[in-house]
């Protein structure tokens, strides 16, 4: 079992989430539901909680897409995995990632979502790796910069491993 050191706890985690919550709140007063799609699978956990500390109405839609195999640094070659299940022509819409590293995942998903013409388009990331960027990508919500460390918990996997862990750790070497 390899070395796990936390880089944000649980209870950081959900302080900064209902920060977040209460900002995109005030984003969306006018009162229409806001299409939260989450990306497939790390940022399941994320959605739960992000949702869960909005009052705005939410529908909940995912979006499934993989990168990086099992591999710890991304092949660079986005595949989809799982559309949609409704249209999202005339709705806002806010991504929802788990991270934001190389910036592909994200930058394809947003040119693939403005094709389908929304009402709006945001993008709100858990964690970003700003140092790791290679595509320009506009986040409008950030949870945590944090360093370039791999980062595993709180929907994050090495290998579909660690996702159910509740604080966002750094993998050490075995
Ligand atoms: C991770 C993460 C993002 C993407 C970010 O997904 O959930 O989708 O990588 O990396 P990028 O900015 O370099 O594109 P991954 O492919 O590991 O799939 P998973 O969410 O199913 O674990």
Redesign the pocket.
Known sequence: MPALRVLLSAEQIHNRIAELGAEIDRDYAEGEPVYLIG?????FIFLADLARAMKTQVRIEFI??????KAKT?SGQ?QLTKDLDVPIEGHHVILV????????????LAMLMTQRKPKSLRIATLLD?PE????P?KVDYVGFRIPDEFVIGY???YA?DY?NLKDVCVLGEP
């Open positions: 990306v497939l699978k790390g940022a499934g897409i993989s990168s990086y195999g991304t986005v990632e788990d991270i934001l590293d190389t910036g592909i995942t994200l930058s394809y790796k790791r960027r290679r595509t990508v929907g994050l996997d579909e996702r």
